[in-house]
């Protein structure tokens, strides 16, 4: 089997030009571990820009797809996160290897991509989200913490654009910063983060079902994932998102609001960084929306 020239571009894109060996050797390893687990595999499946993707099936017959994730925190705070919301739900891993960086997971819907998303899909992943919090994250490692997060990477960016002072709006970015530092410093008990709640990464199964896939795993406040979600979930329908958040999560809606400007002035800055011009324009359009601009001006 040879990888899928787009899997190569994105990867190669994400990482940098040093995973080039690495991706070389992903076919070999892929087949190496699908005759350990008795996997029959029918090829790459050409999406995603953090990991390799192989589609086939058991020997009993079952849909799966094979992950070779070439990061070790990567891989650590996935299999982390599945396994602790595993708990509470049928497990999608169903084999992994720590030394090679290999998750074997259930092929949600029986294909690649999942099943059809239903026409209500926004309402049945809010009603669904809550199982995602309904925990303490684990004391572990290898779930990073979002303050650690915030500190090293998300406040630099955040106080970069506001040196820059490019944004065409006008945004309360040392307000916004201290709000997040008070939510962060909270006394409520952190949970496991999804953190990339984009809208594939949320698959359905043949009954409709959504299943979370691809989770970044972090240990923070749910407020975050409820605002990611709002943010980035789909380029439409933030009044939407919202409006279930509010009813589903009983998260204050200034806090949401809150965390939704960070995350797209987060993305911003890191899409100005890649020269990312269409992501780029997505996140102003996001910060102008009504919604937020009327949360910005109510910053006390």
């Keep these: 089997m040879k990888l899928p020239a787009g899997v190569t571009y994105r990867l190669t894109q ?16 892929a087949t190496e571990m699908a005759a350990c687990w008795n996997v029959e595999l029918d090829g790459f499946h050409d999406d995603g820009w953090t990991s390799v993707l192989a589609h086939g099936y058991t020997g009993g017959g079952q849909p799966v797809m094979m992950k070779l994730i070439p990061s070790q925190s990567r891989f650590s705070s996935e299999l982390a996160a ?10 999608t891993v169903l084999h992994h290897d720590r030394a090679q960086r290999i998750l074997l997971l259930r092929a949600i819907g029986g294909a690649p991509g999942g099943g059809p998303r239903p026409a209500d899909h926004q309402l049945r992943v809010a009603a669904a989200m809550p199982s995602l919090h309904a925990r303490p994250a684990p004391a572990t490692t290898d779930l990073p913490a979002l303050a650690d997060n915030f500190v090293r990477e998300i406040r ?13 709006t006008s ?21 496991v983060l999804h953190a990339d709640l984009y809208e594939a990464n949320v698959l359905f199964d043949t009954a409709g079902v959504p ?78 929306t009504p919604a937020v601009q009327s949360h910005l001006r109510e910053q006390p």
């Design 82 to 91: 599945l396994t602790h919301w595993a708990t509470d739900g049928p497990s």
């Design 171 to 191: 945004i309360p970015i040392d307000r916004l910063i201290r709000a997040c530092e008070w939510s962060l410093r909270g006394n409520q008990t952190p949970v």
């Design 156 to 168: 630099p960016r955040l106080l970069a654009i506001h040196r820059r002072g490019t944004l065409g």
């Design 14 to 29: 994400h990482y940098g030009p040093s995973i080039r060996p690495w991706l070389a050797s992903a076919p070999r390893q």
């Design 211 to 288: 299943v979370f896939i691809d989770p970044r795993g972090l240990r923070g406040p749910a407020a975050f994932d409820w605002a990611f979600w709002c943010a980035f979930y789909s380029p439409t329908g933030l009044d939407e998102r919202l409006a279930l958040a509010g009813r589903t999560s009983g998260i204050d809606r200034r806090l949401v609001l809150t965390w939704v400007a960070v995350v797209a002035l987060n993305g911003l800055a890191h899409q100005i960084n890649t020269d990312d011009r269409d992501g780029a324009r997505r996140s102003l359009a996001l910060l102008r």
